[in-house]
């Protein structure tokens, strides 16, 4: 079982930066591959970035050269850093953790309860 906790939402103007994290604990966090995702209202919840256990990340091409996904295992933490923002980064954002890297929603096991990011123009 593991337990995931996204900080570092908030408000920011369009071309602004936010850092979020996500908190893990419980069975080992390096063993898990972890994603972001983010949902809009009236939108399906998509992918953003990914990250394996060997620290080879992955993009959609909405946030590519933008955004930057890292890891910390010694924190059981994973960052998104989050540049250029644009109102249509506008969602709530969330972490999960699954065995294996995955673009979808249904290749992850456990979710964290998201953050709210909302860029102004």
């Known amino acids: 079982q593991v337990q995931l906790v996204e900080s570092g939402g908030g408000l920011v103007q369009a071309g602004g930066s936010l850092r979020l994290s996500c908190s893990a604990s419980?069975?080992?966090?390096?063993?898990?591959?972890i994603g972001w995702f983010r949902q809009a209202p009236g939108k399906e919840r998509e992918f953003v970035a990914a990250?394996?256990?060997?620290?080879?990340?992955y993009y959609a091409n909405s946030v590519k050269g933008r955004f930057t996904i890292s890891r910390d295992n010694a924190k059981n933490t994973v960052y998104l850093q989050m540049n250029s923002l644009e109102p249509e980064d506008t969602a709530v954002y969330y972490c999960?953790?699954?065995?294996?890297?995955?673009?979808?929603?249904?290749?992850?096991?456990?979710w964290g309860q998201g953050t709210q990011v909302t860029v102004s123009s």
């Open positions: 990250i394996r256990r060997t620290g080879i990340t």
């Open positions: 999960a953790a699954g065995n294996n890297l995955d673009y979808t929603v249904e290749g992850y096991d456990y």
């Open positions: 419980g069975r080992t966090f390096s063993s898990y591959a």
